[in-house]
């Protein structure tokens, strides 16, 4: 894993820019395969949902430990909530052609966590090497 253990991003409209940063910090922190594309959709879909829901620009933090990283998606905004995000994980959406990212990263991460740090929303995600055991 080298030295590199945190990575702070922008959140803006080059989701392209950012997808490959994740990706790069994320291979190096030691993940492969459908687990590493696993963990770049899923931040992915948290930075559209900023972008989109949100106050339309954010960070992204990301630290690597032994066991594998936490992603934090920080929304000055503060609009999601943890009720919001339960509501939209619990089944799949409808048909539909947009509304899934919620769905998406509830599967996909080990652990999702929610706060409200200063009036902004910071949506945690924690993604370990091992595949994800899928409900």
């Keep these: 894993m080298g030295e590199l253990t945190t990575l702070r991003c922008p959140i803006t409209a080059d989701l392209g820019l950012l997808r490959q940063q994740v990706r790069s910090f994320v291979a190096a922190a030691g993940f492969a395969g459908m687990r590493l594309r696993d963990v770049v959709l899923a931040v992915n879909e948290a930075a559209d949902n900023v972008l989109e829901h949100g106050g339309g620009s954010g960070i992204v933090v990301a630290h690597a430990d ?6 934090e998606v920080i929304d000055p905004a503060g609009t999601l909530t943890l009720e919001r995000f339960q509501q939209r994980t619990v089944v799949p959406p409808p048909i539909a052609a947009h509304g899934y ?33 899928i409900a």
């Design 101 to 133: 990212g919620l769905w998406v990263i509830a599967r996909l991460s080990d652990q999702v966590l929610i706060d409200h740090p200063e009036g902004g929303c910071r949506l945690r995600l924690r993604f370990t090497r091992r595949l994800p055991r």
């Design 66 to 71: 032994a066991e594998g990283v936490w992603i």
